[in-house]
């Protein structure tokens, strides 16, 4: 519900209050609620988790309490460092409180700090029996809860004020077989993989063990968190298929604490919802099992283009679309970026990974615009570049809009029959558009809240000229303002999940923004609306 202003909510909050509407809302225990564990009840979660109980707070925070009173600019920009840090999200903004009245910040190296969006508590998983423990905790106290595995969200789901997090971090164990059998059928080579294991650490063993997964482009994202809930795009996807195409297996802790095996054959409608319906929605997943295939070597080039104005990067994205279909035959796949900045800019090569702000937006472009009417691309990557002139003229000279096309079809097409709740955009998609807006901490509140809207307001009628109304997009590298995120995210499968969802979480333990059943739940998730 993040779509509707915080004066409409407190509108409609008041308007029910009145009605006889009102018993059926309910709100999650927070402070001062008197369902809420006392300091006696969480000091004894923390004698069963073995001491795995920690406060949590914003990253600034943790910053502030180092030695030297701050964190080097190195270390807020490492997602390996910010990872060491509980409450930290890689893209800062989602930690802070912009909708909560007043706004809650806590900004770097500032003098006051609030909680802003960030959770209490963290249990910091070592096994599966914290994680039940956890659940059931959350569960019986009616707490909010978040899951977290590298805090690279850019929808700000693995966050929420008032929160207990279960942090899986520490979930890293992998292993690697020849013949992984799901029932009596043997579905060969595989790798099950924690959800905690970061992105590359896995690439590096699947490498020692000949093998390649399906996997992103960072380093630091879980490939068997929210990377696969969402579908997972990666550059030998039409190649192979999407990540969640190449799942064989989960295991998962869902609401009620127990902790499920699920595949083709075992709580199949589950193994559906978990395979592209969304990340944080059913359940805290402890590990997950892919196919592998044998390693090989690649050709790899990068090719920069440079445009002296916004209308000759408009030519070249149009000459660009014109030959999206070339490399077609080889299943090549290609990662490109349109930036609008100063010569001495885009010469300029930074090492600011993370620790940004930033809002995204995107859609999925379907190939039939890119055979039908590739000139259009030009008209749509130009009045995007100037869009983002505006926004430095609004805000300052770091932000920029930062526009980056993934590129698929190939085998994520040819697998449109597999059975999952993947968005079937993807399977008749070319490439899935990604913007992203900047600021910083100078930027002005009301500035970073034209930001924060911008997708909606200004870019998406531009990328609609080629994608037509009512798109299809990527629920992982979204806009968390999409006002109809039940089609947008998840096309026609939305009905099927949200069944899926009341057997397996009846009480809606698992809520996350734009999620599954998310439309019952204020924009934190803690009170029904
Ligand atoms: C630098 C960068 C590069 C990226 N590249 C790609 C790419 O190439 N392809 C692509 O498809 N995506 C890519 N993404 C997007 C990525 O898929 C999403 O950011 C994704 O949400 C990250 O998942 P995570 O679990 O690592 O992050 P988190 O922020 O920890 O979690 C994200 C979501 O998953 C849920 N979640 C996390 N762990 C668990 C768990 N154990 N059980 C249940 N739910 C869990 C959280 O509740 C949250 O809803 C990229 C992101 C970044 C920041
Ligand atoms: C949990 O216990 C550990 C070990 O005793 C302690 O270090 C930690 O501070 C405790 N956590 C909380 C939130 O009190
Ligand atoms: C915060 O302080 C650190 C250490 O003094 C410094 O390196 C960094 O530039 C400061 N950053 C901001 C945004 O104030
Ligand atoms: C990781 O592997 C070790 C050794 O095989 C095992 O003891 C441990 O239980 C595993 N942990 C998890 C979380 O799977
Ligand atoms: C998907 O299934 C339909 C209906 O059975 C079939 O006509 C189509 O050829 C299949 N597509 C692929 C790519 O397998």
Same mark, same amino acid.
């Given at each position: 519900m993040r779509s509707i202003p915080t004066a409409l909510i407190l509108l409609v909050c008041a308007l029910s209050s009145a009605s006889k509407e009102d018993e059926r809302q309910t709100c999650r225990n927070i402070?001062? =609620?008197?369902?809420y564990p006392t300091s006696a009840a969480w000091s004894a979660l923390n004698k069963t988790i073995g001491g795995r109980l920690v406060k949590v707070v914003p990253s600034a925070k943790y910053c502030a309490s180092l030695p030297g009173g701050a964190c080097t600019d190195a270390q807020w920009t490492s997602a390996v460092f910010r990872g060491?840090?509980?409450?930290?999200?890689?893209?800062? #903004?989602? /930690? &802070?409180? $912009?909708?909560l009245s007043p706004p809650s910040l806590c900004l770097r190296n500032a003098t006051t700090c609030g909680q802003g969006?960030?959770?209490? $508590?963290?249990? /910091?998983? &070592?096994s599966v029996v914290d994680i039940q423990t956890a659940v059931k905790f959350a569960s019986s106290n009616k707490l909010r809860v978040v899951v977290k595995a590298s805090g690279h969200d850019w929808l700000g789901r693995s966050t929420a004020p008032n929160s207990l997090l279960i942090r899986t971090?520490?979930? &890293?164990n992998s292993s690697f077989t020849e013949a992984f059998f799901i029932g009596t059928e043997n579905m060969g080579s595989a790798a099950t993989v924690g959800s905690g294991l970061p992105m590359g650490v896995l690439y590096q063993r699947a490498k020692a063990n000949g093998k390649i997964i399906?996997?992103?482009?960072? !380093?630091? *994202?879980?490939?068997? @968190?929210?990377y696969l809930q969402g579908a997972g795009h990666s550059a030998v996807a039409p190649i192979f298929g999407l990540a969640a195409d190449n799942v064989l297996e989960f295991n998962i802790v869902i609401a009620s604490g127990e902790l499920l095996k699920v595949n083709s054959i075992s709580y199949p409608d589950l193994f559906y919802a978990l395979?592209?319906? @969304?990340?944080? =929605?059913w359940g805290v997943i402890v590990s997950a099992t892919f196919r592998t295939f044998p390693t090989f070597d690649v050709t790899y080039g990068v090719i920069d283009l440079t445009a002296s104005s916004n209308a000759a990067a408009g030519a070249l994205a149009a000459i660009h679309a014109q030959h999206m279909f070339d490399l077609e035959a080889v299943h090549g796949s290609q990662y490109s970026y349109y930036t609008s900045a100063n010569i001495n800019d885009a010469l300029f090569q930074s090492d600011? =990974?993370?620790g940004n702000d930033m809002a995204m937006g995107s859609r999925l472009i379907p190939a039939s615009a890119y055979r039908n009417a590739p000139a259009t691309f030009g008209k749509m990557y130009e009045e995007l570049l100037d869009a983002g002139t505006f926004d430095r003229r609004l805000v300052? !000279?770091?932000t920029h809009v930062y526009p980056g096309a993934h590129w698929v079809l190939g085998q994520v097409a040819a697998?449109? #029959?597999?059975?999952?709740? *993947? #968005?079937?955009?993807w399977r008749t998609a070319k490439s899935l558009l990604t913007l992203g807006n900047f600021w910083t901490d100078q930027t002005p509140l009301a500035d970073v809240n034209v930001l924060r809207r911008m997708f909606q307001t200004t870019q998406l009628p531009i990328v609609e000229q080629v994608t037509g109304p009512n798109g299809g997009t990527y629920s992982n590298e979204?806009?968390?303002?999409?006002? #109809?995120? &039940?089609t947008t995210f998840f096309g026609p499968n939305y009905a099927k999940l949200s069944g899926i969802k009341s057997k397996y979480d009846p009480e809606d333990l698992f809520i996350v923004p734009l999620?599954?059943? =998310? /439309?019952?739940?204020d924009q934190w998730g803690l009170c029904t609306v």
């Open positions: 402070p001062g =609620s008197a369902g060491t840090i509980p409450g930290a999200m890689n893209t800062v #903004n989602w /930690e &802070q409180g $912009y909708d969006d960030v959770p209490i $508590y963290s249990v /910091e998983a &070592q971090t520490g979930l &890293q399906i996997g992103g482009t960072a !380093a630091t *994202v879980c490939a068997a @968190g929210g395979r592209g319906g @969304g990340a944080g =929605s600011d =990974s993370v300052g !000279a770091r697998n449109i #029959n597999v059975s999952s709740a *993947v #968005n079937p955009a979204a806009d968390v303002f999409e006002p #109809n995120f &039940q999620g599954v059943g =998310s /439309e019952r739940w």
